[in-house]
C-alpha cells in the first residue's frame, strides 16, 4: 500500500496534472524513513522509505512542471547539520 499505491497514482494523474499549471502531488511519509523503527516496524519502515525514494525520484523528474511534495510529522527528533539526533 505505501509503495505500489503511489506508483500506481502518480502513473494515473501525471498525464492530467501536466495539463494545467502549478500542480502538485502531495504524498503522506513517516519519520521512520530518516531514524529507522524497531522490531515491530520493519516492513512499515522499509516501505515508507521507498515511498521516500519514490517522491524524490517524481520530484526530479516531474520538476518545474508538477510541485512533488511529502508531509510527515517527526515526533522527537531534531534535524542537525544533516545528521538525525533522536531526542
Given amino acids: ?3 505500489v499505491t503511489p506508483i500506481v497514482l502518480a502513473q494515473k494523474v501525471v498525464p492530467l496534472l501536466e495539463r494545467s499549471r502549478g500542480s502538485s502531488l502531495i504524498f503522506i511519509g513517516s519519520s521512520y524513513s530518516f531514524v529507522g523503527g524497531g522490531e515491530t ?3 512499515y519502515t522499509a516501505s515508507k ?3 521516500l525514494g519514490l ?7 516531474l520538476a518545474p512542471r508538477i510541485r512533488v511534495n511529502c508531509i510527515h510529522r ?4 531534531a534535524i542537525h547539520y544533516g545528521a538525525i539526533h533522536p531526542r
Fill in 74 to 77: 517527526v515526533r522527537s527528533c
Fill in 41 to 43: 516496524s520493519l516492513l
Fill in 1 to 3: 500500500v505505501n509503495v
Fill in 49 to 51: 522509505t521507498a515511498l
Fill in 55 to 61: 517522491i524524490k525520484s517524481l520530484a526530479r523528474s
